[in-house]
């Protein structure tokens, strides 16, 4: 080369995000690139299995404090004790606790709670249900907190994965102990969490199953599919995907609503229509607005910039339109299938540090907001349930009050033992799902017909209203017509069997 001559150009090299790797000739998908070397992938490797395993320790003790200390927020856990061990003793879901011969699948629609018969035979006791809630809980707290850390580094990561495990929607959902949608939790987290990456198939693959978990998820996999589609508009296959998705929701939810349910149903017909009112009383009272105002700092306000925030709406349409008040609040598992939502829309919206791109409505390639906007909306999701106080109710866990056994403990258990196993056993909900695994149990107050072997009362059970009889064995001959004598009474427990 003479002195005169001009170098040769340099050869510009493609950018590529920073953190991201771009092997030559493929392209990184969106939002999806190689996770952090060195001190990151440490991070991202070990601290969303450590949220999972501390969330499932501390709702796991959570159920077993309320079991052992005969903490009943429901009939649900009887019921759902039942439904598990007759999937267990590869029996159809009858659960005469409802009435005779009702099938669980007559009232809502979850073939997806036969994968608890493996939980049965290993552990056969309500007491298994509320851990095997708190592992399904835990879990989905993985895929989101990798995802989460990944888009908005460590620090702001850890924080959306600890506020979304300890948030007030699964706080909630295992205080009162176990229902269905404790599957739905870890099957939208590895969906929206799929989607999010760029995966398509695979988030199509874990939405699928959530039509067997509930019968009303059937609408939300329908508009997921929509979102699917419309997030992909140029990509024909993936495009075909999403409306399939939607199909396949929207089919299953006419099909089990309409179909299913009222054929396995002992009155036939679904039986939660006359719960609905009209449509002017979504607007009120005003717990809905602060329910809503919960779980928009839940996805840290912005997160309604995401189309994502859309798939609440099924649910809090027919919890708004309820006439049951316990369907308007917090206080109960309701909001547990919102939460996977709130933190994908959250992070859908703040967007991908490594990229650039964030979502705002219609866009996906807005610039990611400035730092202090994604601290702001991070804390949101986290101040939003640590404004709960001393309400919380994980909190029980280290309340040195919840860990000293009730005094009514022992005469629990000899209550139960005055029951001859196998017994036809009549029971108020106190005991209800510590007597199922050695009982045929039905509710003291329900609507079977079929004559008990022996009734079970609790003087404290809040379904005598405060007015328990003064002889069980007399208020059981006034109720069947047969004559019972009392085996046993004490502790505010009585049990009475036929003569």
């Given at each position: ?334 909001d547990a299938v919102l939460m996977p939502i709130a933190l994908a829309a ?58 000293e056994p009730t005094w009514r403990a022992p005469y629990a258990a000899a ?31 329900g609507p079977n017909t079929r004559v008990p072997d022996c009734v079970l ?43």
């Amino acid at each position: 080369m003479t002195p005169d001559a001009a170098p040769p150009p340099a050869r510009r090299r493609a950018a590529v995000p920073q953190g991201t790797t771009a092997p030559r000739g493929k392209r990184v998908p969106p939002g999806d690139g190689a996770p952090e070397r060195g001190r990151g992938a440490r991070t991202r490797a070990i601290m969303p299995p450590l949220l999972a395993v501390l969330a499932t320790l501390a709702y796991g003790v959570q159920g077993t404090l309320q079991f052992r200390n005969l903490t009943a927020r429901s009939w649900d856990l009887g019921i759902f004790t039942q439904l598990a061990r007759a999937y267990g003793e590869l029996r159809a879901p009858i659960v005469p606790i409802k009435g005779d011969d009702v099938n669980l699948l007559g009232d809502h629609f979850h073939p997806i709670l036969a994968l608890l018969a493996p939980v049965w035979w290993v552990w056969p006791s309500g007491e298994a249900l509320l851990w095997t809630q708190a592992l399904l809980l835990g879990i989905s707290a993985i895929p989101l907190t990798r995802l989460a850390i990944d888009r908005l580094g460590p620090g702001l990561g850890i924080l959306a994965g600890g506020a979304y495990v300890f948030s007030f929607g699964l706080q909630s959902a295992a205080s009162v102990q176990f229902h269905e949608i404790a599957f739905a939790v870890p099957l939208l987290a590895m969906s929206l969490t799929a989607l999010l990456r760029g995966r398509v198939p695979a988030a199509v693959l874990w939405a699928a199953p959530l039509v067997l978990v509930k019968e009303d998820l059937g609408l939300t996999v329908a508009l997921l599919g929509v979102i699917i589609a419309l997030r992909n508009r140029g990509d024909r296959e993936h495009r075909l995907l999403g409306y399939a998705l939607a199909c396949w929701g929207a089919g299953w939810f006419i099909l089990s609503t309409f179909v299913i349910l009222p054929a396995l149903n002992t009155a036939g017909q679904y039986d939660y229509t006359g719960n609905l009112g009209s449509p002017l009383d979504v607007f009120w009272p005003g717990a809905k607005w602060v329910t809503v105002l919960m779980l928009l700092l839940a996805a840290g306000v912005i997160g309604t910039r995401s189309p994502l925030i859309a798939l609440m709406l099924p649910t809090l349409a027919w919890r708004f339109t309820g006439t049951v008040e316990f369907y308007w609040g917090w206080g109960w598992h309701y909001d547990a299938v919102l939460m996977p939502i709130a933190l994908a829309a959250l992070l859908d919206a703040l967007g991908d540090r490594r990229s650039g791109r964030a979502t705002a409505w219609l866009r996906r390639d807005a610039p990611v907001p400035v730092r202090r906007i994604r601290v702001t909306a991070v804390a949101a999701s986290a101040v939003v349930t640590l404004m709960l106080g001393g309400t919380m109710p994980v909190l029980d866990v280290v309340r040195p009050e919840s860990w000293e056994p009730t005094w009514r403990a022992p005469y629990a258990a000899a209550a139960l033992d005055a029951v001859p196993d196998g017994d036809v056993l009549a029971v108020d909900i106190t005991l209800m799902a510590q007597a199922v695994p050695d009982h045929d149990v039905q509710w003291i107050h329900g609507p079977n017909t079929r004559v008990p072997d022996c009734v079970l009362s609790d003087v404290y059970a809040f379904s005598w209203a405060d007015q328990p009889p003064a002889d069980i064995a007399d208020w059981s001959q006034e109720t069947w017509g047969i004559t019972f004598e009392t085996v046993y009474d004490d502790g505010g427990f009585s049990v009475a069997c036929r003569v």
